[in-house]
C-alpha cells in the first residue's frame, strides 16, 4: 500500500550494530503499529502507538525501542542487533478510534533485515 | 498453547476448486474477525471483516464465524490462480486499546 511506506526494504547487518527502521503514513491514522514475521509464527506485535505520546509495547517488546516523531511517523529501533531479530518487519497503521466501525490495519510492504 | 491457531498448508487445489480456511482461538473475548490475504513480498491486505458470529459474502469469498466453537472459516469459490497467497486470520476483542492477534497464515497453491 503505497500510503504505508518502509524504508528501507531491505537490510544486511552484523550482530551488535544500532539499527533503525522507519515508516511514514499519508493516511492520516493516529495509530500506527510494528510486527515482525517468522516462518510458522505469523505477524506478532512488537510495539503500537495510538498516538504521539501513546506508546505501548506489544508481546515481543525486549530488545527493542520505538519513536513517534510524528501522527505520520513511527520509528524501530534495535538498539543491539542479535541474529535471532532476522526477520520480516511489517509497519501497519489504522484509524479505530477516529469514528471506523472497523479496526482494519492498513500495511506497509515490509522490511527484510538480516542480523549476521 | 497460542491464542490463534491456523494450518499452516500449504494447500494445494486446481482451479475452479472451492477452498476452506480455518482457524481457532481460545479468548472468547474475540469478536472482530477478519482475514487478510499476503502476496510474496507484500505486506499483508484485507480481505474480509466480520463482527460476531454469523457469515457475510464478498464476490467469491464468504467468511463465518462460530463463536460457540471459537472457529472462524474462509470460503473461496471458484478458485483462481490469482489466489494465491497467504491468508491470515486477525481477530481483536474490541477496538479500543487491544491491537490485533493474528494467525500463523495459509499458504495457498492454485493450479492452473
Known amino acids: 500500500d503505497a500510503d504505508v511506506t518502509q524504508t528501507p526494504r531491505n537490510r544486511i547487518t552484523k550482530t551488535g550494530k544500532r539499527i533503525m527502521l522507519e515508516c511514514s503514513q499519508t493516511?492520516?491514522?493516529?495509530?500506527m503499529y510494528w510486527y515482525r514475521q517468522d516462518p510458522g509464527l505469523g505477524l506478532r506485535l512488537i510495539y503500537y502507538?495510538?498516538?504521539?505520546?501513546?506508546?505501548n509495547k506489544g508481546e515481543i517488546s525486549d530488545g527493542y525501542s520505538v519513536s513517534r516523531q510524528a501522527q505520520a511517523k513511527f520509528s524501530l529501533s534495535l538498539e543491539s542487533a542479535i541474529p535471532n531479530q532476522t526477520a520480516l518487519y511489517f509497519c501497519?497503521?489504522?484509524?479505530?478510534?477516529?469514528?471506523?466501525?472497523?479496526?482494519?490495519?492498513?500495511f506497509g510492504p515490509g522490511t527484510r533485515l538480516t542480523v549476521l | 498453547q497460542k491464542e490463534v491457531e491456523q494450518d499452516p498448508g500449504p494447500l494445494s487445489v486446481p482451479e475452479g476448486a472451492i477452498v476452506s480456511l480455518n482457524c481457532t482461538y481460545s479468548?472468547?473475548?474475540?469478536?472482530?474477525f477478519m482475514w487478510y490475504r499476503q502476496y510474496s513480498r507484500k505486506g499483508p491486505e484485507l480481505l474480509m471483516y466480520?463482527?460476531?458470529?454469523g457469515n457475510k459474502e464478498d464476490g467469491r469469498f464468504t467468511a463465518q464465524v462460530d463463536k460457540s466453537s471459537k472457529y472462524i472459516s474462509l470460503f473461496i469459490r471458484d478458485s483462481q490462480p490469482s489466489d494465491s497467497a497467504t491468508y491470515l486470520c486477525?481477530?481483536?476483542?474490541?477496538?479500543?486499546?487491544?491491537?490485533?492477534?493474528f494467525g500463523s497464515g495459509t499458504r495457498l497453491q492454485v493450479q492452473p
Open positions: 486477525a481477530m481483536s476483542a474490541d477496538t479500543g486499546r487491544r491491537a490485533l492477534t
Open positions: 479468548n472468547s473475548a474475540f469478536q472482530y
Open positions: 502507538s495510538f498516538d504521539v505520546k501513546d506508546i
Open positions: 466480520t463482527y460476531s458470529s
Open positions: 493516511k492520516g491514522h493516529d495509530r
Open positions: 501497519a497503521t489504522s484509524d479505530a478510534g477516529q469514528g471506523a466501525r472497523t479496526d482494519t490495519q492498513y
